[in-house]
């Protein structure tokens, strides 16, 4: 992995000031969110995946982190959307359709990467979607990327 797009991200699947009602609302607009990704094959599928895994246990990592994730076959590879949400926290919805290594490494490093304070920080201040896109491009060259 190389880019940051190499984990599923694209600006399109990014949002800022997402608002909700509910856990399932977000989830509900997440999924929408991912929809933009054109992986999703069917987002009645990846909801109810999704829910289930929620159902076995809380997602949530720290205060301002939330990871739903699920394996899906409502997706057609592996993708990921991010939203912060308009009180303020990130949420990261990923899915992946097999269970690969090299799934389950990306899966490994978009954590990795999102419990860093610094970037958490500089997340929740990015004013769009393209913001905070470049800043995790930028931190993803700058702890992932070999030295030359």
């Not at 989830?27 to 991912?34: E, P, Q, V």
């Not at 599928?45 to 159902?55: A, G, M, N, P, T």
């Not at 205060?63 to 912060?84: K, N, T, Y």
């Amino acid at each position: 992995m190389k880019e940051i797009k190499d984990l599923g991200i694209s600006v399109s699947a990014i949002e800022i000031n997402l608002s909700s009602e509910s856990k399932e609302d977000l989830l509900d607009k997440m999924i929408l969110l991912l929809s933009k990704t054109s992986h999703v094959k069917s987002a009645s599928i990846l909801k109810q995946d999704i829910l289930h895994r929620e159902s076995l246990g809380n997602t949530d990592l720290g205060e301002q982190l939330s990871v739903p994730h699920a394996f899906s076959a409502g997706v057609d590879d592996f993708c990921a959307a991010i939203a912060v949400t308009a009180d303020k926290k990130i949420c990261l919805l990923t899915a992946w359709n097999e269970h690969t290594d090299k799934n389950l490494k990306r899966m490994a490093t978009l954590i990795e990467l999102f419990q860093k304070k610094e970037l958490c920080k500089k997340i929740l201040s990015a004013k769009t979607a393209q913001e905070l896109y470049a800043t995790l491009s930028s931190e993803f060259e700058r702890y992932f990327t070999p030295a030359p």
